[in-house]
T-cell receptor, first 109, second 115 residues
Framework: QAVVTQEPSLTVSPGGTVTLTCGFS?????????PYWFQQKPGQAPTSLIY???DKHSWTPARFSGSLLGGKAALTLSGAQPEDEADYYC?????????FGGGTRLTVL | EVHLVESGGGLVQPGGSLRLSCAAS????????MNWVRQAPGKGLEWVAN????????YYVDSVKGRFTVSRDNAKNSLYLQMNSLRVEDTAVYYC????????WGQGTLATVSS
């Protein structure tokens, strides 16, 4: 099955901006992959942040945004907060099956 | 308030079976695809299987095809995962997830496959 790639780790300063990306082994990520982004903090279940590339749930903080960037899906965090330190996973769909990326560990330091 | 509550995890020997359940409440369960997602200890998320609203379509990750079966009972607002021929590498916390844009997740149930 297809492989989804993410940066293993990134660091951002408090108040800073960082972009996480999500690539696809078969080619460009497009809106037809309906990219999702999930946040997971230690010991907790994942929380959905972004769906369909850039749409937000009612609970998604405004500082998170999704987009397509250079053939990849992207999650941008603007104005990082200490509580944003977590693992972030992208998810791509292609027909029925889904596939997660390996995750990005984001450190706010 | 939305709740997804998984159950059925436990310790099983390689080659054994487990049946996981997920009880849903607080949303119209029958209107949404539902998913099973697992996370091995210290590892990332892995999508396992999903099932269409009426149960007519099902998809699986290659590593579980022929061993796992996903099903649902909309009358009981419940999702199931029958896991047979279990392997050590199936050890993980299993989450059910679904609802609008996969916005709802349970807290997971741990399945441990070990001799």
């Amino acid at each position: 099955q297809a492989v989804v790639t993410q940066e293993p780790s990134l660091t951002v300063s408090p108040g800073g901006t960082v972009t996480l990306t999500c690539g696809f082994s078969t080619g460009d990520v497009t809106s037809t992959h309906y990219p999702y982004w999930f946040q997971q903090k230690p010991g907790q279940a994942p929380t959905s942040l972004i769906y369909d590339t850039s749409d937000k749930h009612s609970w998604t903080p405004a500082r998170f945004s999704g987009s397509l960037l250079g053939g990849k899906a992207a999650l941008t965090l603007s104005g990082a907060q200490p509580e944003d330190e977590a693992d972030y996973y992208c998810l791509l769909t292609y027909g029925g099956p889904w596939v997660f990326g390996g995750g990005t560990r984001l450190t706010v330091l | 308030e939305v709740h997804l509550v998984e159950s059925g995890g436990g310790l099983v020997q390689p080659g054994g079976s487990l049946r996981l359940s997920c009880a849903a409440s607080g949303f119209t369960f029958s209107n949404f695809w539902m998913n099973w997602v697992r996370q091995a200890p210290g590892k990332g998320l892995e999508w396992v299987a999903n099932i269409k609203e009426d149960g007519s379509d099902k998809y699986y990750v290659d590593s579980v095809k022929g061993r796992f079966t996903v099903s649902r009972d909309n009358a009981k607002n419940s999702l199931y995962l029958q896991m047979n021929s279990l392997r050590v590498e199936d050890t993980a916390v299993y989450y059910c997830a679904g609802g609008p844009y996969c916005g709802y997740w349970g807290q997971g149930t741990l399945a441990t496959v070990s001799s």
